[in-house]
């Protein structure tokens, strides 16, 4: 078992940028995940990274966010730059594929003028 406690989501103006982190309760050498939920929609996968650091990332952060890890500090990271307001969502990170009991509390992010 493993807990993720993600932070860092806060209020930022559309253009702005936040970094998130993920911070695990025992070293993991899984491929992991960050995940968003909007209002209203269902979560979704944001973006991923192997043990080794090769990333892939949905089509609409392209360019934009940058996932990175450090496996020696437990933490998975989650650069976002260019923020919009489509991206205002509650942010989890997890395994790929995810396990249920993983789920933590998540960050929200929040995009507004």
């Known amino acids: 078992q493993v807990q993720f406690v993600e932070s860092g989501g806060g209020l930022v103006q559309p253009g702005g940028s936040l970094r998130l982190s993920c911070v695990a309760s025992?070293?993991?050498?899984?491929?992991m995940a960050w995940y968003r939920q909007a209002p209203g929609k269902q979560r979704e996968l944001v973006a991923t990274?192997?043990?080794?650091?090769?990333?892939n990332y949905v089509d609409s952060v392209k360019g934009r966010f940058t996932i990175s890890r450090d496996n020696a500090k437990n933490t998975v990271y989650l650069q976002m730059n260019s923020l919009k307001p489509e991206d205002m969502a509650v942010y989890y990170c997890n395994n790929l594929p995810p396990k249920t009991s993983y789920w933590g509390q998540g960050t929200q992010v929040t995009v507004s003028s």
């Open positions: 990274i192997t043990p080794g650091g090769n990333t």
């Open positions: 025992r070293s993991f050498f899984n491929i």
